[in-house]
């Protein structure tokens, strides 16, 4: 018998209003800025994986539309997706992405780039989305940061849904960039505590 849901059961009603939200106002993209404090302050703290296995709301939406919905092969991963070079050029990989969103951020926010109002897909294929955007009291740059960061959000998704589909439903969270950076901090803080005692 299943044990009675607990909130933090339904977060992946949380990622998918993320996603709606951000295709009507792109502003709603630095709400996404929580999924990646969140787990790291958790990890830092706690020292433990609990918001990958308990509280990430991407990971239940797979779970959900994969599982229950039935739309996975429920194959396993491949290994060479499983392994460490994988997972960390990967993690590399999504960090330089990552930063050169910043840096389109500064530039716009410096004013020496206009305003892009285009979501970009698998770092690739530049979407317009100009429509999600209504103008806002800041700098553009504040714009700039929501496209460039929608887009992070959005690609990871699409990746998830993709290995889902082709693999089991949390496939994506194999190689997750978060999800390895937290167990590198989980690694190096119980390191830490085996040496204080």
Do not use: E
Request: aromatic content about 22%.
């Amino acid at each position: 018998m299943k044990g009675k849901k607990k909130w933090y059961d339904y977060l992946w009603i949380a990622s998918l209003t993320y996603l709606i939200l951000g295709f009507f106002n792109i502003l709603f993209a630095w709400l996404g800025l929580f999924c990646f404090f969140i787990p790291l302050a958790i990890a830092v703290i706690k020292g433990n994986k609990a918001y990958c296995n308990k509280y990430c709301g991407r990971g239940q939406l797979f779970s959900l539309v994969g599982g229950r919905f039935g739309l996975s092969r429920k194959k396993d991963i491949p290994g060479w997706m499983k392994s460490g070079y994988f997972r960390y050029g990967f993690l590399i990989f999504f960090f330089v992405m990552f930063f050169l969103m910043l840096w389109n951020t500064w530039l716009v926010f410096a004013g020496t780039k206009d305003l892009g109002t285009a979501v970009t897909l698998l770092w690739t294929f530049k979407l317009p989305w100009h429509w999600a955007y209504h103008g806002t009291l800041f700098s553009d740059g504040v714009a700039q940061f929501a496209f460039g960061f929608y887009s992070v959000m959005l690609t990871s998704t699409v990746l998830g849904f993709l290995t889902m589909a082709l693999f089991k439903p949390r496939s994506w969270c194999v190689y997750c960039p978060m999800g390895t950076m937290t167990q590198l901090i989980c690694k190096a803080k119980n390191v830490t505590t085996s040496q204080k005692q």
